[in-house]
């Protein structure tokens, strides 16, 4: 019976321990931080679960949130411009979206309560060595720190060098919800995009916004304001950008309401999307295999980055169970499983940032608008995101798409 060592305890990291109890694997998570610092924390995402996702979770018996209270079940679009456009695309089955400081402790407790060991120590590049020795294959699912260096930059995958959106996320009150209940992708061209998700934390369903602001346009201020220095000020300044530039989800907001659910419930920053290679044999022969944002660092545009790990966690644990070897042979396989789903979408959502945006990208939003059925099978396609990127990878692709939908 092999022994497995991860560490961290993201999506990637829980997925996989759960799923290697489910066939009675020994393995140990190793954590920085306690369940009850998990919980605690400042607001860490504000991640979808596309049902692709929600399926691994019944598969895991994780299922804990039932989906007609807490899903949601199409995208609301909105496109600015001289002529805006408004549309919806549904889904074939709904998503969910939860605070991950309510979700991630739920699941360490299921997996401890299923036989895995979850120790909380902080664990360095330097010491994956000395760890693997207990284990016969280490991998590497948190990010943080200097643990993504370990693993090369695959520069053919990873186009920028520098962040394409500045990040502003917050919890708020006093938005009413779309009907039917749905995310609202919003889009102002030259300055960025809002997703307005149905989310459940710790004050019930609440609603995260969250404003991807094109560095130097007219929304970058929100992931500069000082929230803590002045909250009404930042209240006022979400407001009026919401107004001037997402007008469909400001006529939802009742001013009088409209409120953090708590300070520590907005996020500010940017990040870079990066690829990194797949493993890296360590000097002692034993391998460390990359899985989650360690692997694979996604701007959240398109609310994949969640799905993403979940995928290359549960493929990793299936190779697990098959193979046994543990060897370069084993990594390879891992790799080579999950790159189609993995790659479609660090290339999808690398297109999305893209400025200016592609013109046969617009072109396929444009036709969307006017074609309930295309944009019904954009929206599905979330579940699977090879199939959107087998649209959206050239201008030939999405033309023949237009034109299956036009026929």
Known sequence: MPNIGIVGSGIAGLHLGLFLRQHD?????????????LASGRLPNSVAHHH??????????IDHWDINEYGYFCHHHYIGGPESLVFQGDFAAPSRALDYRIYLPRLVEDFQERGGEFQVRPVRAEDVVTLSERHDIMVISSGRGAMSGMFPRRADKSPYTAPQRKLCVGLWHGVRHSEPRGVTMSISPGHGELLEIPIYSFEGHVTALL????????????????????PAAFQKLTLEKAKQHHPTTFERIDPAAFRLTSPRDLLQGALVPTVREDYLRLPNGKYALAVGDVHTVVDPIIGQGANSASYSAWVTGETIIEDLGFDERFCQKVAARRAERVHAISDWTNLMIQGPPPAHLLELLGAMSQNRAMCDEFTNNFSYPERQWDILASPERTKAFLAKHAG
Not at 52 to 61: D, F, H, K, P, Y
Not at 219 to 224: D, Q
């Open 211 to 230: 404003f991807e602001n094109v560095p130097g346009g007219e929304l970058e201020e929100l992931a500069n304001a000082d929230h803590d220095d002045d």
């Open 25 to 37: 694997v020994p393995v140990t998570i190793y954590n920085d931080r306690a369940v009850e610092e």
């Open 52 to 61: 692709i996702t929600v399926q691994r979770e019944q598969a895991l018996g």
